[in-house]
């Protein structure tokens, strides 16, 4: 399924099954690895913790981006990465291919995937976790960059990895955290994902307190 200018894409199985962006790029990751050992894969911060794992685990380089198609295509650029992509469905390749985002070929190259391999379930061998989608929190004109700026003041999360290349993504062991201001609209972005139930609430739990702490008639969807 392609969005209305077809520069982003998400794929359905067989069963009806949503293959996000991220697990797409987890596929042609595997695929373009292959042939290209050491390569640099760019991602950004809203993607699954799976894709990393999956490109080392296949001897490529993972490269962490902001959100935002430009700065992916920017970091691509830079580093002379293969492959980029973003949870919003922009997939660059620059293996073959010119290096932008084209929804059309995204999919052709995901079907050369499925044809060489026909024998495999590459829709559904796919290392599986707890997510959530983006969460959108709405704010007046500008108010959602003091509420963040008040968030990395407040903010104390003990043990954890903590990435500020774009908001604040928080990562422990079992699940990670991201809150971030939107780049185009008035707006907090959250997404959160982890291997367990009980990791899940723990993580959105923490969150939670901080934005409530800044301020408590926040109305917050999780």
Known sequence: AYDGDGDRIIAINADGEVIWPDELMIIFSRDILKRN????????????????????????????????????KKAITEEKAKLGGEMSGHIFFADKWYGFDDGIYTSLRLLEIL??????????????SISTPEINIPFDENNHIIFMKSFVEQSKFEGAKIVDIDGLKIIYDDSWGLIRCSNTTSSIVLRFEADTDIAMKNIKSMFKKIMLRIDNALIIPF
């Open 115 to 128: 044809t060489n391999n026909k024998t495999s379930n590459i829709l559904t061998n796919l290392p599986k």
């Open 37 to 72: 050992k050491n390569a640099k894969i760019v991602y950004d911060v809203k993607c699954t913790a799976n894709l990393e794992k999956e490109i080392k685990k296949n001897g490529g380089i993972p490269i962490l981006s902001r959100t935002g198609h430009s700065f992916i």
